[in-house]
């Protein structure tokens, strides 16, 4: 009897086309091209529609067909939907005419986009038997993990580097993971992990189950789309950390016209990055399709991957979109944080406070024109990064509790606020 696999046909290597078993493997025997699932695009046009999609409850599983997994999910069955905000204060401050903000700050559970790679990963993770999970994380990766294994009943290890923000920490051990600081940058947690996935034979989601794990950020873009009336966005500006999340998000896009559920157009994916580790920006602006790695230095941790597995394809997506890609400081950083929170009420962790920046200058330089349309990513919860913003916005003001007092205090607010 034929195995039933849903709609996927093989994994593929990028490079070289040579077909494998869905099995928990990552790298071509050939070419050591990173393996990608392939899907049967012919069935799935025949049975996935609108209709159907929308008759299905509001969770990025809407999309399963295109979601590599054999059979229903099992593992974070209510991730996804998050809300497509329409920014008009922002887009205002910024200089565009019509903006959106895709808000993974309130994604379910753990507050970020991690939580949809996460539940592909451990649904397939159950499908292939596996019953311990593993991650090497920067940090959003490492809640999440953590959290839905928690929940699905599986078994966690989660390595990190040891120097990660106190609250992400916190987030991955409250929920009884194993949770592993290691003394070194984050492309050495996981060269190490790869050597445990080698040895112990855990799934790791991002190693071994990388080519399912990676499919989950898709339904991002599915849900822009559907969200926007099923248009695809002229612009959208996307946060780079390994830069997966980029080349799925072009994927995603090419994927609904293909199938006729958007209608074919011309779109840009535009990279953001931390000045402090911008390997892919740096290569994007120098028109070359190949980056040098960097040792991260930037507030921004959880996009501070020095030697990116996805940056080739990230530059690569930019390319054949005609699109761009620029990084911004710390200060820009925190800068893009409090931009966002005072103009549309989200706060933003801080590769939120990048995406704004770089958006900022994209639309400030003509790189996105003034009259176009823009999709913001914007990916994790500032409650995760507190330790960036404390002290850079405003001070505590305190009074006793006495009428005369905040009186006073009113009056010098006002003396010092200019009117316009």
């Known amino acids: 009897m034929e195995k039933h696999e849903g709609f996927m046909k093989a994994l593929k290597c990028r490079e070289c086309g040579r077909e ?13 091209g990173p393996l990608e699932v392939a899907y049967d695009y012919d069935r799935i046009k025949k049975s996935l529609t609108r ?21 229903e999910p099992t593992v974070g069955t209510q991730v996804g939907f998050t809300p497509l905000v329409k920014a008009d204060r922002l887009a205002k401050r910024l200089g565009i005419r019509e903006l959106w903000i895709k808000n993974d700050t309130v994604n379910y559970p753990t507050l970020s986009f991690k939580d949809r790679v996460v539940s592909v990963a451990l649904s397939r993770a159950r499908e292939l038997g596996f019953k311990i999970v593993a991650c090497a994380s920067t940090g959003n990766l490492a809640n999440s993990v953590a959290a ?22 916190v987030n991955s051990q409250v929920y009884g993971a194993q949770v592993i600081g290691i003394k070194g940058h984050y492309d050495e947690v996981n060269r190490l992990c790869a050597e445990i996935a080698g040895k112990f034979g855990w799934a790791f989601v991002n190693v071994n189950m990388r080519p399912y794990y990676a499919e989950g950020s898709k339904s991002m873009g599915f849900e822009i789309i559907e969200q926007l009336g099923w248009h695809v966005p002229q612009h959208t ?11 799925k998000i072009y994927k995603s896009y090419q994927e609904m016209m293909k199938l006729g559920l958007a209608p074919e157009t011309k779109f840009h994916v535009h990279g953001a990055q931390a000045t402090g580790c911008s390997p892919i920006t740096t290569a994007q602006k120098a ?8 040792k991260p230095n930037t507030i921004a941790k959880s996009l501070a991957i020095g030697t990116p597995a996805d940056g080739f394809y990230a530059l690569r997506a930019m390319k054949e979109t005609a699109s761009n890609s620029d990084d911004v400081t710390d200060d820009e950083i925190r800068e893009g944080i409090k931009l966002l929170a005072e103009c549309e009420g989200i706060f933003a962790e801080t590769a939120g406070g990048v995406t704004v920046g770089v958006a900022k200058k994209l ?5 996105i024109p003034a009259n176009a349309s823009a999709v913001l ?9 507190l330790d960036a913003v404390v002290g850079h916005v405003g001070r505590l003001r ?21 009117t316009h």
Not at 20 to 32: G, I, N, Q
Not at 363 to 367: E, L, Y
Request: hydrophobic share 40%; net charge neutral.
């Open 287 to 294: 028109g070359l399709d190949f980056f040098k790695p960097v």
């Open 148 to 169: 839905n294994a928690a929940a699905a009943g599986l078994k966690a290890y989660v390595f990190i580097p040891s120097d990660l923000e106190q609250s992400k920490i």
């Open 363 to 367: 639309i400030a330089s003509g790189r």
């Open 377 to 385: 990513c914007i990916t994790g919860n500032g409650l995760k990064t």
């Open 237 to 247: 500006v996307v946060c780079m950390a390994s830069g997966s999340l980029l080349t």
């Open 398 to 418: 305190e009074i006793r509790p006495n009428l005369r007092e905040f009186e006073t205090l009113l009056h010098t607010e006002t003396e010092a606020t200019p």
């Open 51 to 71: 209709a159907l999609i929308q008759s299905r409850p509001q969770t990025m599983w809407r999309y399963r067909e295109l979601l590599p997994i054999a059979h």
């Open 20 to 32: 494998y078993p869905l099995a928990a493997t990552h790298v071509c025997e050939f070419d050591f």
